[in-house]
């Protein structure tokens, strides 16, 4: 099976029930909301309708609530959009109706007094870039560095450093809090800076609450990556606004050493921006996106985004199922060899929140390695929380993770992690009972058969608060 998961975001190109079902059966394991755009009552739409296409489907489809974070927005452009040139000059201000290819306008009513001469600015994912020549009253003066077409009403990108506001944001909350009581799986954080921006969210741990997602997409988050990492449950490369921050030079370094240390800590990391962003207009993707969704592979995430693609492309469904044939190609010529030592490399350098000697990391290491001496087809892990099966997911076994819980939440969010497919399973009476059901459950629903050998982890009772046994089990 495919390994690496697909996040698809929806919008007006996806929203609707058909295409999301379509969507699914092409391989989206996880639908995002970008809450930045729309209504309250809108994101809850969205939400049910995909609740519903993946009920019609029985498929387990996490989804992720983007907060918007303390985002600059632009006033809209005209209707079809402008194309910036190479080297034009532009002018920026705030509180203006509406944004013009010679006059853009934004929300954020200190950008003249915040932004230096000298600063980079970029629009949306980083399509368009400028540099500020100068400043004088109400106007920043600044030069294209490299043009595109812009539309809509896109997020400004300025340098973390410079924003006076802090993530996150009162809407954040108000958002957040509507999306829990509606049961949400994850929810992601934009421009984190620090471990306490994760804290001040102040939700319940997962699987009680959403899985929190902290996106990297700031000079100071990755300054502070080792604390982010400690407080949450999965990370975002976020390569558009991480490009403002760092020369674009420095990016395809960041997103490997950014995916390894949070792999290597059990969490779940997905790389997002641009990944295909030619379909957004056309039916295939560039040569050169079809070579970074695959050394995305091969860097190890977990996770690969769909942003405009499938928010407004031409055809979201075609999107997913070229990043699903990308991503299966790519898996199938992963080096698994490699990453375990790389794994075990970046764990030897402690820190205070990775629980490298704890009873469950023990066992779920030696899973894959007991999984590969004796030829098993597959890793079964009873997991209430999807902390065990998080932690298999890191070594990048070869085999599939069968994951069984009780938690129908814990079930969804494991819809992120790579190499896993997650199961609900109610509680049995006994553990060896349980263990039973779940075999039973891999040889009906995923195809293993009579005599097939299994390495099965799982507590040694049911009131066991952590993964301490392992088993080599045949199929009966």
């Known amino acids: 099976m495919r390994r690496t998961k697909i996040v698809a975001t929806i919008g007006p190109a996806s929203d609707n029930p058909a295409t999301l079902r379509k969507m699914i059966t092409a391989g989206m394991d996880v639908a995002r909301i970008g809450l930045a755009h729309g209504s309250l009552d809108e994101h809850l739409q969205k939400y049910r309708n995909i609740r519903a296409a993946?009920?019609?489907?029985?498929?387990?489809?996490?989804?992720?609530?983007?907060?918007?974070?303390?985002?600059?927005?632009?006033?809209?452009?005209?209707?079809?959009?402008?194309?910036?040139?190479?080297?034009?000059?532009?002018?920026?201000?705030?509180?203006?109706?509406?944004?013009?290819?010679?006059?853009?306008?934004?929300?954020?009513e200190p950008l003249v007094a915040d932004i230096q001469v000298g600063d980079g600015l970029a629009l949306g994912d980083g399509n368009v870039t400028f540099v500020v020549e100068d400043k004088d009253g109400d106007t920043l003066h600044a030069r294209v560095v490299r043009g595109s077409r812009v539309q809509g009403r896109p997020g400004l990108q300025v340098p973390s450093d410079r924003l006076r506001i802090t993530t996150p944001t009162a809407e954040d909350i108000r958002l957040a809090d509507a999306l829990i009581a509606e049961d949400i799986d994850m929810l992601a954080v934009s421009f984190v800076r620090s471990a306490h921006d994760i804290r001040s969210l102040g939700v319940e741990p997962s699987p009680r609450g959403p899985l929190v997602v902290a996106k990297i997409e700031t000079r100071a988050a990755v300054e502070n990556l080792e604390g982010i990492i400690g407080v949450s449950g999965a990370v975002m490369v976020a390569r558009g606004d991480l490009g403002v921050d760092y020369p674009i030079s420095e990016l395809p370094h960041l997103q490997k050493h950014i995916i390894r240390r949070c792999i290597a800590g059990g969490r779940p990391v997905i790389t997002a921006t641009q990944m295909l962003e030619s379909m957004v207009y056309s039916p295939t993707p560039t040569r050169a996106e079809a070579s970074d969704v695959a050394?995305?592979?091969?860097?190890?995430?977990?996770?690969?985004?769909?942003?405009?693609?499938?928010?407004?492309?031409?055809?979201?469904?075609?999107?997913?199922?070229?990043?699903?044939?990308?991503?299966?190609?790519?898996?199938?010529?992963?080096?698994?060899?490699?990453?375990?030592?790389?794994?075990?490399?970046?764990?030897?350098?402690?820190?205070?929140?990775?629980?490298?000697?704890?009873?469950?990391?023990?066992?779920?290491?030696?899973?894959?390695?007991?999984?590969?001496?004796?030829?098993?087809?597959?890793?079964v892990c009873l997991?209430?929380?999807?902390?065990?099966?998080?932690?298999?997911?890191?070594?990048?076994?070869?085999?599939?993770?069968?994951?069984?819980?009780?938690?129908?939440?814990?079930?969804?969010?494991?819809?992120?992690?790579?190499?896993?497919?997650?199961?609900?399973?109610?509680?049995?009476?006994?553990?060896?009972?349980?263990?039973?059901?779940?075999?039973?459950a891999a040889k009906t629903d995923y195809g293993l058969q009579t005599a097939d050998k299994v390495v099965v982890i799982s507590g040694h009772s049911m009131r066991a608060r952590a993964t301490d046994t392992l088993r080599v089990m045949d199929i009966a």
């Not at 907060?67 to 509180?95: H, I, M, N, W, Y």
């Not at 779920?364 to 390695?369: D, K, L, Q």
């Not at 069984?404 to 009972?433: I, K």
């Open 54 to 108: 993946a009920a019609d489907l029985g498929a387990n489809v996490g989804i992720l609530g983007d907060l918007p974070g303390p985002k600059v927005r632009c006033a809209p452009f005209p209707e079809g959009g402008v194309v910036f040139e190479d080297g034009a000059a532009v002018r920026f201000t705030s509180g203006e109706a509406i944004s013009t290819i010679d006059v853009i306008s934004t929300d954020y």
């Open 295 to 379: 050394n995305a592979v091969f860097d190890g995430t977990s996770s690969v985004m769909l942003s405009g693609e499938t928010a407004i492309g031409v055809d979201p469904v075609n999107a997913v199922a070229t990043m699903a044939e990308i991503t299966a190609r790519a898996d199938a010529s992963f080096n698994h060899d490699d990453w375990a030592d790389l794994v075990n490399e970046v764990r030897s350098v402690e820190t205070a929140w990775d629980a490298g000697s704890s009873t469950t990391d023990a066992i779920t290491m030696a899973a894959v390695r007991v999984a590969e001496q004796v030829g098993a087809v597959a890793i």
């Open 383 to 440: 997991s209430r929380t999807g902390y065990t099966v998080r932690s298999v997911s890191r070594f990048r076994p070869r085999v599939p993770i069968m994951a069984f819980s009780p938690d129908p939440r814990a079930v969804r969010q494991l819809s992120l992690s790579w190499g896993s497919a997650a199961t609900h399973q109610p509680d049995s009476a006994t553990a060896r009972e349980t263990i039973d059901a779940a075999l039973h």
